[in-house]
């Protein structure tokens, strides 16, 4: 048996993040806005919220020491602002980062003791302050889940702190706030997002309703993550239908489309719904240890990864992956499955190869004598217990030694 839970209002379509006074007013007077120190204020986004929350009739206090990926140490400088400002509702403005930072100083907010407790293993006791999330990547789909994913640099770990109730009251998801991304972070992030709907449709917790939800993702991002990266002002409203792979056959790929960065963030929107319920798989249990040991942004990590898991996993998935293949686009017609299915991961790597991702380990500067370390952080991962193909340590080492 299994249950699919979402409790968030998702509210979409260009301009919807002008709703945010209206919306966050609903919750008191007093916000906190957590956000990036620079991107933010550059693009003239955190501007555009501050007024727009100012007609409302709001207070709001910003926190803008979320950078790079978010850590116990911001989180804990963001509570204690929080609480001194008296803040009422706390909203994530950004990428994946200030999202999950935002969750936990909103989810922690009443809670006693430190943030390292917590991502230690103390559980959750009782709700939080409400939170909004506002994507302006796609992305991680932080918007749509209940964890949040943060680095304790104390210990070197990088891992989830999880609650039932630290789902977003309300996520605005406007494809308007993507389009100053420059092409390195849509390449990072559609990796991101590419890879969570691929694992969360192979995982051993899919079900009915995440696949609806996973299949579109992919279709949606499959078709539009290149031409994104390579035309990053390519948006519409609503995306129109995805074709049919044999129908694609007939037109050339992403030539005429007008809604590259409207299908990458509904797809990483829909992929994040799915991934809320399902889970993910090995790429994302690998990846964490490796992006924290080395520095490597999370989304470039895990479309390293993606293709040597998803060989890795063949044979436990392949009416899944054939199916893949066929979202992505490929020619399926009178191919057997397992041919189909290999076909799947070609097209993956193709398509992170054109979006520039790397595709060795070494290129990093990862080396075999860290191996023992990073199968260890590894191997406890909840991701990497929802692989389709169980991973001990041996096999974790083997995915490690082909994509050095």
Not at 18 to 24: H, I, K, P, S
Not at 197 to 223: C, F, H, N, W
Not at 349 to 359: A, F
Request: charged share 20%; aromatic share 6%.
């Amino acid at each position: 048996m299994k249950a699919f839970y979402l409790p968030t209002e998702i509210i979409t379509g260009l301009g919807c993040f002008d709703r945010l006074g209206e919306v966050a007013s609903r919750y008191g007077e007093n916000a906190l806005l957590v956000c990036g120190k620079k991107a933010m204020k550059r693009t003239g986004i955190l501007d555009r919220a501050l007024k727009n929350m100012a007609e409302a009739g709001m207070m709001v206090t910003v926190y803008d020491g979320v950078g790079g990926e978010p850590t116990l140490d911001m989180v804990e400088e963001g509570l204690a602002l929080a609480r001194r400002e008296g803040s009422q509702v706390v909203i994530g403005l950004g990428g994946g980062s200030a999202m999950d930072a935002a969750k936990a100083i909103a989810g922690l907010f009443f809670q006693p003791g430190k943030p390292q407790e917590y991502h230690r293993g103390r559980p959750v006791e009782g709700p939080g302050l409400p939170f909004i999330a506002i994507p302006t990547t796609a992305g991680t789909g932080a918007e749509v889940t209940k964890n949040a994913v943060l680095i304790d640099r104390e210990r070197g770990v990088k891992g989830s702190i999880r609650s039932e109730q630290w789902f977003a009251k309300v996520a605005l998801v406007d494809p308007e706030l993507t389009l100053s991304l420059p092409p390195s972070v849509t390449a990072s992030t559609g990796s991101d997002a590419l890879c969570q709907a691929i694992e969360s449709y192979v995982s051993i917790g899919a079900m009915p309703t995440t696949d609806a939800l996973a299949t579109q993702a992919i279709a949606l991002i499959g078709r539009s993550l290149v031409r994104a990266y390579h035309h990053g002002q390519d948006i519409d409203d609503e995306p129109s239908p995805r074709m049919s792979a044999i129908e694609s056959l007939d037109a050339e790929r992403g030539e005429g489309s007008s809604e590259a960065r409207s299908d990458m963030l509904y797809g990483s929107l829909l992929a994040g719904m799915a991934l809320s319920n399902a889970r993910l798989g090995g790429v994302h249990g690998i990846a964490h240890p490796l992006g924290c040991r080395y520095n490597i942004p999370h989304g470039v990590i895990c479309g390293l990864l993606l293709p040597y898991l998803m060989e890795y996993n063949l044979g436990y998935a392949l009416d899944k992956y054939a199916h893949i293949a066929q979202l992505l686009g490929e020619d399926t017609r009178g191919m057997a499955t397992k041919e189909a299915a290999i076909r799947s991961i070609e097209a993956v790597r193709r398509i992170l190869k054109e979006i520039g991702i790397p595709m060795r380990l070494r290129l990093f500067g990862v080396e075999e004598a860290d191996f023992p370390a990073i199968i260890a952080q590894s191997l406890p991962s909840d991701s990497l217990k929802h692989n389709p193909r169980p991973l001990g340590e041996d096999d974790v080492r083997l995915i490690l030694e082909r994509a050095m």
